[in-house]
């Protein structure tokens, strides 16, 4: 089975400093990641991916991740933290378990920025 | 360009009694998904539809039920509602055809649905 493991259920910073959203994941093969973001009673908006192609991958809104396969790690990254960057963001793993792909969610890092 | 739509947002509803949540997929996306999060939690895979044929099972309970129609579109059926179905009830739809080793998964909004 695939999992993902958030390693912080909270990450507070200053605006304007950086932003680290740490994420671990198990997987048997190789796999399709992803990190979604939750604004409050708001659905999930994908932020970006992971599919195998550059191990850095670039997303919406200033935000980046990059894949370690030696370290089974994506964790999502920001240079500048705004105000409007405070939600809930969700590292996810796509898996093949059936005959079509399926998410597995982490437990999620509430982001909360300080002015 | 057109998104996933869900309806109804808000749904509230007394123990016992059914829920029917409708989930309208991007115009030729041909798969759906339907996830539940509970408060303060992650989302949990309940259930999915490819070519409306049931494709895949999670945790769904026995007293859900969905099915997806000639249109694409799918409704989950929630009956003898207990006060933890309270969550937030989200589809999202995908193009399988384009099946790269990966698929990306676009989320509706949500439905609400509380239970008193």
């Known amino acids: 089975a695939q999992s993902v493991t958030q390693l912080d259920s909270h990450v507070s910073v200053s605006e304007g400093t950086p932003v680290l959203l740490r994420c671990n994941y198990s997987?048997?093969?190789?796999?399709?990641l992803f990190w979604y973001v939750q604004h409050p009673n708001k659905g999930l908006q994908l932020l970006l991916k992971y599919t195998s192609a550059a191990t850095l991958v670039k997303g919406i809104n200033g935000f980046e991740a990059e894949f370690k396969k030696s370290e089974t790690s994506f964790h999502l990254t920001k240079p500048s933290a705004h105000m409007s960057d405070a939600a809930e963001y969700f590292c996810?793993?796509?898996?093949?378990?059936?005959?079509?792909?399926?998410?597995?969610f982490g437990k999620g890092t509430l982001l909360t920025v300080n002015p | 360009a057109a998104g996933v739509i869900q309806s109804p947002r808000h749904l509230i509803k007394e123990k016992r009694e059914t829920a029917t949540l409708k989930c309208y997929p991007i115009p030729r996306h041909d798969t759906v998904y339907w996830y539940q999060q509970g408060p303060g939690q992650d989302p949990q895979f309940l259930i999915s539809?490819?070519?409306?044929?049931?494709?895949d099972k999670g945790s769904i309970p026995d007293r859900f039920s969905a099915q997806q129609f000639s249109d694409y579109h799918s409704e989950l059926n929630m009956s003898s509602l207990e006060l933890g179905d309270s969550a937030l009830y989200f589809c999202?739809?995908?193009?399988?055809?384009?099946?790269?080793?990966?698929?990306?998964?676009?989320f509706g909004p949500g439905t609400r649905l509380t239970v008193l």
């Open positions: 997987s048997s093969y190789s796999p399709s």
């Open positions: 996810v793993v796509s898996w093949s378990g059936g005959s079509n792909y399926k998410l597995t």
């Open positions: 539809f490819y070519e409306k044929m049931q494709s």
């Open positions: 999202a739809s995908s193009l399988e055809l384009q099946r790269e080793g990966f698929n990306e998964q676009f």
